[in-house]
Structures are given as structure tokens and as C-alpha cells.
């Protein structure tokens, strides 16, 4: 019956005969299972971006809806690596039956994973937003991988500011020659001796990396890296001695935008598994209505 039905694609030419580059569908919803871990799996909500070339300058359209079924079927059928996005972009040109040579999806999604406290026995969820695109172009097979790092700034010329507010007051207090131990320890902890507290901001690291292997790395792990390498994540949980810590670290990191861009830059820079990258270091300050900002990239085609 099916038969009869007719087929606008496969029976019609295009009025203009011109190849087109990219045609395919977006914001696709798609369940995925991902590994975190050797030993767990977790499973996410994402939005897909499919796509095929369309080579054949006289064809009136691709084969939309196969673009559909492939992604549904093999995405829901395995946990997402790297063999499993290359067979799928195989499977995605085969299906055109020569109507495209290439091929290209992005996965977008945000990976929650369990963070520890610093210092006590709490735990807590972080999202991170990603995405995952892979391409097969003119024989080529690319990945980039985008994400967002989250993290804690405090700003290395307020805190200056800051102790010297602090010693000046100190030196007002505190006339004589000689300072009894135990009475600067109570000035000290006296919250009307606090002279000045250095500014902090939620600051981000936008970061877009173009993978050398086709296997995906672990995601989990590459945000736990770059988070060491930045030196103040964000937390979740905390108790009273988690706080205490988290503002030690901060004081121990003290860092401007371009001290934390240079410490991801090297990072960047010294990873094997890397070809190319682009990123973004962006602190939202809370002493300026606007935010400081460092935008870099290799050789590589990022602007």
C-alpha cells in the first residue's frame, strides 16, 4: 500500500541543480547512557544535531526522516563511545544511497556527576553543559568537544588592598611596641576589627577541544582535570570546616583572569590527545558591572 504513496525526493529534480553542504535536523531529543566510570554507567536527556551533505547538484532533497530512525536506533541501542559515533555517521551516508559523501552530528547535554566535600563526609551533584560533535568530511573524521567549567576567583589586587587595610587598622589598634598574644587573637576574631575582604566572583572556563583519537575520553574525568589545573572549583555540600577550606583554597589562589587562563593554556597545551582548541576565561566580577575576560586559541581554525 506504502507503494503507492508518492515519494517527493526520490521522484522529483531539483528546480535549481546546486550541491548544498549541510542538510539535516536539529534539537532532536534523545536519551543517551554514558560511562563515567568503569563502573557506572548514568543515563541523560540530550539534544541531537544531524546532518548530511547534499552532493548531487540535480537531487530535490536528502532522506530526512532515515537521518531520524539512524540516530534513534543505534543511540539508544549502546552507550556512547567513539566506534559507535563513527559507525552511526557511516550509517547516516549509506542510508542517502549517494546522495552524500558527509556527515556530522552534535550531542548536546549536561553531565551531572557526584562531587565530594573538601574536608567532611558530604556529597553533592554538579551539571556541567557539553557537547560532543563528530564529522566525516572528504574522508577525515573530526571530533571537538565543548565544555563549561565552572569555578571561584579572588582577585590578587583587592586582597592586597585588603591586608594592608587590615595591618593599618592594626597598627591603629596597637600603639605600643610590644602586642600580647592572646589580645591580637581576640582582636583578630572580632568581626568590627575586620577591615577589608578581598572580592570573589563565579567564574567560568569555556573551553572547545578538537580530539586527536576517535574515542571519547572520559568525560567525568577531563572536568575533575581541568578543575585541578584551575585550582578552585565550585563545591556543592559543605559543612562549616568545607567553607573554611574552600576560602584557604581561594586565599592559596589567589588569581586575575590571565593567571587562570595561563594555568588552562599549559594544560591545554601539554595534553597529547589534543590537536587544536579554542577557549574563554570569563570572571563575572562583583566589583565591576562587568566582566573580565581572556579569549585564546592555538593554530588550529578557532576564532
Known sequence: MNNNLPDITSGQNALTALPLRWVGMEEIAIPLTIAVSNQQIIS???????FVSLDIPQAKGIHMSRLYLMLKNTLTAHPL?????????????????????????????ELTIRKNALLS??????????????????????????????????CPCSSALSRQALSNKLEQSFSGD????????????????????????????????????????NLADLIFEFEKVIGT???????????????????NNLMFCEDAARRLKQS?????????????VEHQESLHAHNAVVIDHNEQPYE
Do not use: C
Open 44 to 50: 541523560l536527556s540530550a539534544k541531537a544535531d544531524v
Open 121 to 154: 563526609n558530604e556529597f553533592g551533584y554538579q551539571s556541567y553543559p557539553m557537547s560532543i560533535e563528530r564529522s566525516f568530511i572528504r574522508g577525515e573524521m573530526i571530533t571537538e568537544l565543548s565544555l563549561t567549567i565552572p569555578y571561584s576567583s579572588t
Open 178 to 217: 610590644n602586642i600580647d598574644k592572646n589580645e591580637l587573637l581576640h582582636w583578630i576574631r572580632t568581626e568590627q576589627n575586620t577591615a577589608a575582604t578581598p572580592h570573589s566572583q563565579r567564574s567560568y572556563a569555556y573551553i572547545k577541544l578538537k580530539i586527536k583519537n576517535e574515542e571519547i575520553p
Open 233 to 251: 572549583p565550585v563545591q556543592t555540600a559543605v559543612k562549616r570546616e568545607d567553607e573554611q577550606a574552600f576560602a584557604k583554597l581561594n586565599a
Open 81 to 109: 563511545n567513539g566506534k559507535v559515533l563513527s559507525e552511526l555517521l557511516n550509517t547516516l551516508i549509506i542510508s542517502q544511497q549517494g546522495l552524500s559523501e558527509s556527515a556530522k552530528i552534535k550531542l548536546s547535554f
Open 268 to 280: 591545554l597545551e601539554s595534553n597529547s590527545n589534543i590537536s587544536g582548541y579554542w577557549f574563554k
